[in-house]
């Protein structure tokens, strides 16, 4: 069995804490590598090194540094297969999921080179008689990156392409329980031959997390994961003096109006609730139809029915497991409190029969109808294949109610006119908005931009957001008098 190791300083080596976790596909629970948890002794081990490599990557010219990202690029796609079969394997979801996740991760390795133009600085000229002031942007040092376990590869690359082309070192610290990917990008990395203690990984849970929250090395943390956990590393970093963006859970909702076109509607919807499993933080979660639609109804439940659940490299499945059986556990006690809040349910996937993946962690698509909007179900983030479908009246308190949740992630809203989709993108309280769209992903020119409980910071990932959170700014104010020019 394959005990993974830390990427320290160019080498590959042992954690030094002994205990170790298993790593398990979710389809069929098949032990696939044991992890480290992780202590804080690797975290030293890899701050120090970090500490002692962007002595020279920041003095690097960052028309450099971006050329080991063209290389990256190339390298990512030339082993995109290898690399999704990995994320199937031991997240779940399908091959062509976790290849889509690859493109957006590519992208950001894209957007990234073009840190020269981004990163440059402002100059004002006789800003008093002779005297000239400018900006310039500087890293910040080592910076470390805590990832979710529901995209194994991208949402690392929210941060990491930024982090070195801005002349960072950086430190990652995948999910424990998908921790393959990242290092077998890792191990493709050392190809690039970056140099040492630029690039490093660290493996583990909460006491590596801890860990890089204390190190005085560490300047800069980018968390992505469940909204308790951002609230705490975001606090206890910034307690620390880091720089943090802790990106949080969601919960979110999307408006159909009478005027929508109901078949484009109803598939994208489909799509956003059940892509990967509905382990998305930009999954549609509750589904608000405002006033009448006769045929909605029936067109997402037959819809819904005929999605196949599945081990996600065979071609045929659309939707793959959740990640744990205590997930899978928590997921179907959520659909058992929503009938019991008063919900009820239009498709059962609980339990489903998989042949040949009897152990895996499946639950096919659900939808349950009319849970009330001030219970518990209708607040909670299920993250998994569910859907909750509830009627409103109007598209104000449609909207209030949306106002009135707590997380701020996405919010859509599905309609031919112009003026509701105007004032729905007004109004609506959430960061990232869809209009006629499902899953409202930023581009990696535009910042992530989730709101209230779903992010705890100032400057999110991607776009020049990154390169603001990857960089201090240094002004400079200096006076050069005329008397002192030198004739030659
Ligand atoms: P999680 O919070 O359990 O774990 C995230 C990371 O934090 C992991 O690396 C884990 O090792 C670490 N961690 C977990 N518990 C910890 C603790 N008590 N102390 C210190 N560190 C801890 O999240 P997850 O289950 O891996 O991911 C799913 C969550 O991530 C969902 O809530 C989802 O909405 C969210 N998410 C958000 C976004 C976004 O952009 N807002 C994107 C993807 C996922």
Redesign the pocket.
């Known amino acids: 069995m394959e005990r993974l190791k830390n990427y320290i300083n160019g080498q590959w080596v042992d954690s030094r804490s002994e205990a170790f976790d298993n790593v398990l596909n979710p389809a069929n629970q098949e032990v696939l590598a044991q992890v480290p948890v992780g202590n804080a002794q690797d975290v030293a081990d890899a701050a120090e090194a970090a500490q002692a490599g962007f002595q020279e990557w920041k003095s690097t010219p960052v028309s450099k540094r971006i050329q080991y990202l063209f290389k990256l690029k190339t390298l990512l796609e030339n082993n995109a297969d290898d690399i999704a079969r990995t994320i199937t394997l031991e997240s779940g979801k399908t091959f062509a999921e976790a290849k889509a996740e690859l493109v957006r991760a590519i992208e950001n390795v894209e957007n990234a080179c073009g840190t020269p133009a981004l990163i440059q600085g402002a100059f004002s000229e006789d800003i008093a008689k002779g005297i000239d002031e400018y900006m310039i942007r500087q890293p910040l040092g080592v910076c470390a990156c805590?990832?979710?376990?529901?995209?194994p590869a991208m949402?690392t690359f929210w941060f990491l392409p930024y982090a070195l082309a801005c002349g960072n070192s950086y430190i990652i610290?995948?999910?424990?329980?998908v921790p393959l990917t990242m290092t077998k990008i890792v191990a493709l990395m050392e190809q690039l031959d970056l140099p040492k203690g630029v690039l490093n990984l660290v493996q583990?849970?909460?006491e590596t997390?801890?860990a890089i929250l204390e190190h005085p090395f560490i300047k800069g943390i980018s968390?992505?994961?469940?909204?308790?956990?951002?609230k705490?590393?975001y606090s206890k970093g910034a307690a620390n003096g880091k720089r943090v963006q802790a990106?949080?859970?969601?919960k979110n909702p999307v408006i159909i109006l009478p005027d929508a076109d109901l078949e484009m509607t109803s598939q994208i919807v489909i799509d956003s609730v059940y892509g990967c499993a509905g382990?998305?933080?930009l999954a549609a979660s509750t589904i608000i139809t405002v006033g009448e639609h006769k045929d909605i109804t029936e067109t997402l439940v037959a819809s819904a029915k005929t999605r196949k659940t599945g081990f996600g490299l065979d071609n045929d499945v659309q939707m793959g497991p959740v990640i744990t059986q205590a997930s899978k556990n928590r997921v179907q006690e959520l659909i058992e409190k929503g009938i019991h809040e008063g919900g009820r349910l239009l498709v059962d996937g609980r339990d489903p029969q998989v042949n040949g993946f009897e152990n895996g962690n499946f639950i096919a698509p659900t939808i349950i109808e009319d849970i009330p909007l001030d219970g518990e179900v209708a607040a909670t983030?299920i993250?998994g294949p569910v859907m909750s479908l509830v009627h409103i009246n109007t598209i104000d308190e449609a909207i209030r109610f949306i106002n009135a949740g707590k997380y701020g992630?996405m919010a859509c809203v599905f309609t031919s006119s112009g003026a509701s989709a105007r004032k729905f993108r007004h109004e609506a309280e959430a960061g990232n908005i869809g209009i006629n769209i499902g899953v409202a992903a930023p581009v990696a020119q535009f910042p992530?931009s989730?709101w209230k409980d779903?992010?705890y910071g100032d400057l999110h990932g991607q776009g020049m957001h990154a390169i603001e959170f990857f960089t201090q700014t240094k002004v400079v104010i200096e006076r050069w008098l005329k008397e002192w020019t030198r004739k030659f």
């Open positions: 805590i990832a979710p376990f529901n995209f949402i610290k995948p999910s424990e329980k583990g849970g909460r997390v801890d968390f992505v994961g469940s909204s308790s956990v951002a705490y590393v990106q949080g859970g969601a382990q998305r933080c983030e993250f992630n992530f989730g779903s992010f």
